[in-house]
């Protein structure tokens, strides 16, 4: 039995993120269903170094007067989700001993006996989100050239130049085989390095929700309510839902910086921790978001949902309901006629999905 070591974007961002730990408990817990012990590499990138989701305000990207004010009346729901949070990735996650960055990354391999790094998924291949090219993502690091696989690792919506496709080509030379999640620069990468390459979706799709179960949180709302969530604002998102949640006469249940919305009655839930999250998607009785994995969880608990697009979030959204096959669930205006979804169609499309991406994982795993 190996023990795999993951490096991923979770733990140190601006604004703690539920698909961030979610896809990191789903990929611990792929790699053990594969025969392997594997531990979260507790790894923070020199350019995150500064960012703190007790102190979001610096560094938010909405900088407008409206937006701070918000943000500073959830500052003690923001306090409450960190803590809930930091006992996700302590206790329920599998975390390395010691927390790594740059100037001790070279121990890793001594302190937590592990043989090798799966790198990824979320957008860890991003150099614009991380202005640049960070080491610990695109296995620079001596320790971890020739150690390591990437799955479902995103490029986001970067754009690579000139100066930048020779640096981009050098470093993909450090990975033994890799997975990409979305296919935009899959073609490229397959054609400027010799090692397996492949699409493979997102970890949390590799589980079902009778996974997803065994960690969720008891009933959060007892009435019916719709599930608001939302990773960046957006009015003409927000009035679609209020409209909804109206016409269908459900309680308005909000995961969102928006604190003034309480004051429209809205059930403000930023509190909520990833256990919690997962109930509150799982119990909705319709859901509306802009987030990638706000999209995810909802198909994989079978709700009545629609999606809108974001800054930042638009091709992976976009093309994961290509996969889907739910287009027709993607709304920008807000005026689009809301279509029933067909789960059992969009079910057999992620099994068929599934399955090719956990074989491509056991032979990553198999060259480590």
């Not at 729901?77 to 390395?96: G, L, P, Q, T």
């Not at 995103?154 to 640096?167: E, I, N, V």
């Not at 054609?191 to 959060?220: G, M, N």
Request: aromatic content about 12%; hydrophobic content about 35%; charged content about 25%.
């Amino acid at each position: 039995m190996k023990k795999i070591g993951t490096i991923s974007y979770n733990i140190y961002c601006n604004f703690t993120n539920y698909g961030s730990a979610l896809q990191t408990w789903a990929l611990l817990r792929s790699i053990k269903s594969l025969g392997h012990d594997s531990v979260l590499i507790d790894y923070c990138p020199q350019v995150l170094s500064h960012k703190h989701p007790l102190n979001p305000l610096p560094t938010m990207w909405d900088q407008d007067e409206v937006s701070r004010m918000n943000c500073e009346l959830s500052l003690p729901a923001i306090e409450k989700n960190y803590y809930k949070f930091e006992h996700f990735y302590r206790e329920v996650c599998s975390i390395s001993k010691e927390r790594y960055t740059f100037e001790n990354i070279g121990s890793v391999i001594e302190n937590e006996k592990i043989d090798g790094f799966v790198v990824g998924s979320d957008t860890v291949f991003c150099i614009l989100e991380f202005k640049g090219f960070d080491d610990g993502y695109f296995a620079n690091y001596p320790i971890m050239k020739n150690r390591s696989v990437s799955y479902a690792a995103s490029f986001g919506d970067a754009k690579f130049d000139d100066s930048t496709y020779p640096m981009l080509d050098d470093r993909l030379q450090n990975f033994k085989a890799i997975g990409i999640r979305e296919k935009k620069m899959l073609q490229y990468v397959k054609e400027h390095c010799e090692v397996p390459c492949a699409r493979t979706i997102d970890p949390t799709l590799l589980l079902t929700s009778d996974d997803y179960d065994t960690i969720a949180a008891e009933r959060q709302i007892n009435e019916h309510y719709l599930l608001y969530y939302t990773r960046r604002y957006n009015p003409a998102m927000e009035q679609y839902a209020e409209k909804i949640a109206q016409e269908k006469g459900l309680k308005f249940v909000d995961i969102s910086l928006r604190a003034t919305n309480a004051a429209k009655g809205h059930i403000m839930r930023y509190d909520a921790g990833v256990e919690e999250f997962l109930s509150l998607v799982k119990y909705a009785s319709f859901v509306v978001t802009n987030s990638f994995h706000g999209l995810i969880f909802a198909v994989q608990y079978k709700r009545p949902m629609v999606v809108f697009l974001r800054e930042q979030a638009g091709s992976k959204i976009t093309e994961l309901l290509d996969l889907f096959g739910m287009q027709s669930s993607c709304l920008i205006s807000g005026d689009e006629q809301y279509r029933e979804i067909d789960y059992q169609a969009v079910h057999a499309n992620i099994d068929t999905a599934r399955k090719e991406s956990l074989d491509f994982l056991r032979k990553e795993l198999e060259l480590l």
